[in-house]
């Protein structure tokens, strides 16, 4: 299994920058380095959670790595796997984006239309991402 480094992050910004929503860039670039096996089918639930879950809400980049960090630390059977593996990561990583940027909200993060603005979102949020997964990786 790959490791979510700055390369990921640049994957990441060129994927925003072909054309790919916040959340499917940080999603995809990071699924790719991971080397985690989606169908076509499933690499399109990401489309939805861009620009703020489609909703100016919540940053789709902050979505696209807590979907990550789900499909890494998640679970199949409530009766057997806890969720706070996920959730306490996701909550880290939440923390951390808001601590980067001053909100987990699109529309307070983007001010004014313009994507370019989202691309500096869409890198850091996979740099902060790599650096927590390696914070849990040493422990």
Same mark, same amino acid.
């Given at each position: 299994?790959?490791? &979510?480094?700055?390369? #990921?992050?640049?994957?990441?910004?060129?994927?925003?920058?072909?054309?790919?929503?916040?959340?499917?860039?940080?999603?995809?670039?990071?699924?790719?380095?991971?080397?985690?096996?989606?169908?076509? *089918?499933?690499?399109? &639930?990401?489309?939805?959670?861009?620009?703020?879950?489609?909703?100016?809400?919540?940053?789709?980049?902050?979505a696209?790595?807590?979907?990550? &960090?789900?499909?890494?630390?998640?679970?199949?059977?409530?009766?057997v *796997?806890?969720? *706070?593996?996920?959730?306490?990561?996701?909550?880290?990583?939440g923390?951390?984006?808001?601590?980067?940027?001053?909100?987990?909200? @699109?529309?307070?993060?983007k001010?004014?239309?313009?994507? *370019?603005? @989202?691309?500096?979102?869409?890198?850091?949020?996979?740099?902060?991402?790599g650096? &927590?997964?390696?914070? #849990?990786?040493?422990?």
């Open positions: 299994m790959g490791k &979510i480094n700055q390369e #990921t992050s640049q994957k990441a910004t060129q994927y925003f920058t072909k054309g790919y929503n916040c959340c499917e860039s940080v999603f995809h670039a990071c699924c790719e380095e991971l080397d985690v096996s989606l169908s076509e *089918e499933s690499k399109k &639930i990401a489309t939805a959670f861009g620009g703020g879950l489609g909703q100016g809400c919540t940053c789709g980049a902050l696209g790595g807590t979907m990550v &960090i789900g499909l890494l630390k998640g679970r199949l059977d409530p009766l *796997e806890a969720k *706070e593996p996920a959730c306490d990561l996701a909550k880290v990583f923390g951390k984006f808001k601590e980067a940027f001053g909100s987990h909200c @699109c529309s307070a993060l001010k004014e239309n313009n994507r *370019e603005v @989202c691309k500096n979102y869409v890198g850091r949020a996979v740099e902060i991402l650096e &927590i997964l390696e914070k #849990t990786e040493t422990r």
